[in-house]
């Protein structure tokens, strides 16, 4: 199994970017950090919680599912609900595949995930088009309002970028521009038709 990265910043075209991997890459497992949430403490309101630290994230089990899917055996990922801000009850097993992509904000962050790894992307793009991304993707995923999703960004997800997020760029292997007219389907063409993954 060959295990693939995929980090960067929120709105930045990390999921967009793992699905058109998958699309092109047969035989293809992802393992969404994202499923890995702790479950947000009751006595914390939503709007006040920061989901994008990575504290908030169960990377026990995401590191020991990771070695599970490495070993060869199979595992029930998690689903994490943000309306309720809880891990759900349901699990989805998930078998190793000839390619394993891990993709999510801290997928970098950890020197013994980072040694596993085959190869890592880190797609970057400019903090506009990033944080309209997520404000339109918060809208409508989430039904929340752009005056919530734009406070989380300016009290939670703008300083874990600069502080945690940003500096793991330095392991990619790749850096990957992705502004508003970035064609993410071309560049993965042309990348996989020029390179072994």
């Known amino acids: 199994m060959k ?12 999921t ?9 890459l047969p035989n293809t497992a992802v ?24 504290q908030a994230f169960d990377f026990e089990l995401f590191q020991q599912h990771l070695a599970q899917l490495s070993s060869g055996e199979a595992v029930q990922k998690p689903h994490f609900a943000y309306e309720s801000g809880k891990r759900e009850a349901e699990f989805t097993e998930l078998v190793p595949e000839k390619y ?24 970057e793009s400019p903090l506009d088009v ?19 999703s734009l406070n989380q960004y300016l009290k939670f997800v703008r300083p874990v970028f600069f502080e945690q997020i940003l500096p793991t760029k330095q392991y990619a292997d790749l850096v990957v521009e992705n502004s508003y007219e970035t064609r993410l389907d071309f560049f993965i063409d042309n990348y996989l038709a020029e390179n072994q993954l």
């Open 16 to 24: 967009l970017f793992t699905a058109l991997m998958v699309e092109r």
């Open 31 to 54: 393992l969404p950090l994202d499923s890995y949430y702790y479950d947000r403490p009751d006595h914390i309101p939503s709007d006040q919680y920061d989901y994008d630290g990575p």
């Open 100 to 123: 394993l992509i891990i993709e999510g904000l801290h997928v970098l962050l950890r020197p013994n995930i980072r040694k596993m790894l085959g190869f890592s992307f880190y797609l």
């Open 3 to 14: 295990i693939i990265a995929v980090a960067g910043g929120s709105g930045c075209g990390k």
């Open 130 to 148: 990033a944080v309209s991304r997520r404000c339109l993707r918060d809208i409508k995923d989430y039904e929340v309002t752009a005056e919530y």
